[in-house]
């Protein structure tokens, strides 16, 4: 917010301004008494989260229930179960294309292999990053800040650069040219693409993660280290006794954040991947939702609700999860 | 030179003075590593869009943007381009007049007397380091980036000062009041937290349409206004402040609102702009809610943009990693110069 000793006019400006928004709020003051100010305050809030949170909420559910193409609930046929029947009949949910939306099931397998491996690689590499960074190692800071910085960048970019390091004329390709490997088309293929879409999405999250797991890191009182250092305990006894018992819980509360946050992944690897590509080797389960609803002319809101509906079950699941380790942490 | 001041020792100082083990070595090596990792992709495309749209598809590439050199050659009328060319074993800049088959009319720049006719093989383009700033006013002009950029600072700056007077008002009376309902609130508003966008983006649209904000950037700034972030960061930071100051300020007979403004907020700075640095991230990465409730082209966001952008032309990277570098561009300068607010806001909140 800018101060209003920045300039003489500007400063006059805003007290001027807010004369006008304080006359009415000091008469509401007035009138109602200073006890429901509070009420007046909190209320340009609530209204929006009232309607732009609360309200989508509530009709996500009901949405679900409802058929054709119309886009007020008051338009749409209520069709029961029909959204959840069609979404979940399969033969065999191992083979998506036996599935009525094999689409769909092609996504949640999707989902959950780039769930496994995302969680598993970020985890690992953040995990090594924090203890690394929490040694007094020489510009701390420097490192610190360098991992952090591709958290800060759009996901359209992060799919843009990427999508360029490994182009067919891309550095990759140059510099494996001159390890006299040929060239690929690295997001032309299945296993490749699927392969970068997690390497991409660790380069772009682990710093977080990183972040989290430093503060839990130094949290860990430093006698425990100087009684370990008495009694001569080797560095892989401290880490394994000391240091991953007393990070357990911060480790568990960043494992389901990052299984919350992957079982969303959509930006960067629709961007990446063109929309899913090759085939449908990178559709996600958002993806999916979104096509239902706003990809094509379509419009299945009622399917992509169904959709959303599944995927929020889960994702509830893991957040109550998260809130009674979170409890567990506090006690 | 003493232990202090020496880089080397300096570098290499570690838990033990003097003694360095391979563990050291290791994090070096990783930390050094990752460092790279981050950099490359992004130097990279940073430095590829400056090349030409001539060079840029060049492979192997060139490390810097370089470009054949053209010259005008008295006698002819367009610029011709420079090749190096061996002539009796000697290397010469020569300008070329036409290509035949396997051979080239060269003529020297300087004395263009009759043409030479030179072996294709023999010669190699003259390039200069050339910086092709068509790349980003080509998009600015040309296409419609000026308007997405417009549109995606006009977007970051309202959500920006809009997230931080709601918030704050709501953060204000959570924190110095007594009312009833109080804890229920809080509660309700951070629960909030927890759903995430892609759960509810259906009938968050449907909203959107029902109240007339769809295709319009009103309907990517007003619905995320109200931040559970926001109001949690604030009140936490607003309970520090000693209740004394607003009873003194009371006395004096000061209205409520005239506390909020005078006295909590200014006292309240540190943590706005951590929320301010938030809320700017937040805005100008956004890409789903954008995409969904934005379709007319000149309502476009800069990242909604460029994603529409690279679908049409997959093949001009130069002109799509030029927006690229614009949209990184300030994001990376926030971060410059306020890296150490946003990582100690994140360890601080657990959020982002």
Redesign the interface.
Known sequence: ?S?PKATDLGGRALDFV?GIV?AP??GF?RLMG??R???L??A???I??G???????A??VG?AFTGGTG???SDRPFVGFDNFRQLLQCEDYLRPGSCRESLFWTAVWNTLWFVGFNVAATLLVAL??AL??N?????RGF???????????????IG??????L?????L??FL??LGVP?EIFLLDVGWSRFFVVVVSV?FHMG?YT??L??GLQAIPKDLYEAAAIDAAS?RRTLFRITLPLLGPNLLVVLILLM?RSV?I??EAW?LT?GGGPGTANSFI?QY??QM??GSDLRL?GL??AA??L??LV??AL?LIQLRLGRKMES | MSQGLSPIAFLTRTRRPGRIGVTDILSWAWLVLGTLAVLIPVVWAGLSSFKPAAEITRFPPTLLPRAAVQQTVPGFNAPLSLWTVDVDGQPREMAMVRRIGLKAQMVDPSNPGTPVSVDVKTMSPVQRLTIATENYTDPLTRFDFLTFLKNSVFVTFVATLLTLIVNALAAFALSKYRFRGEKAIFVLIISTLMIPLTVVMVPAYLVVVGVGLVDSLWGIIIPTVASPTGVFLLRQYMLTIPDELIEAARVDAASEFRIFWRIVLPLTAPALAVLAIFSVLWRWNDFLWPLIVLSSRENFTLQVGLNAFQGEFSVQWNYILAMTFLSLAPVTVVFLFLQKYITTGIAGTGMK
């Open positions: 917010m101060t807010m304080e709020i000091n003051e200073r006890k100010m509070p009420y305050f909190l340009p809030n609530l929006l989260f309607i732009f949170t609360f309200l989508p909420i009709i996500a949405y886009l007020f609930v090594v990053t690394i960074l040694r007094a190692i020489a510009a490192f610190r800040a360098m991992f952090f910085y591709p958290v800060l960048l759009s996901p359209v970019v843009l650069i990427w999508k360029w390091f182009d067919r004329n891309g550095l390709n140059a040219q001159m060239p380069w977080f972040l989290i430093l503060a560095p919350i969303q959509f930006d961007v063109n958002v939702i979104y609803a706003f809101f992509a609700s959303s509906v995927m929020g994702l509830l957040t």
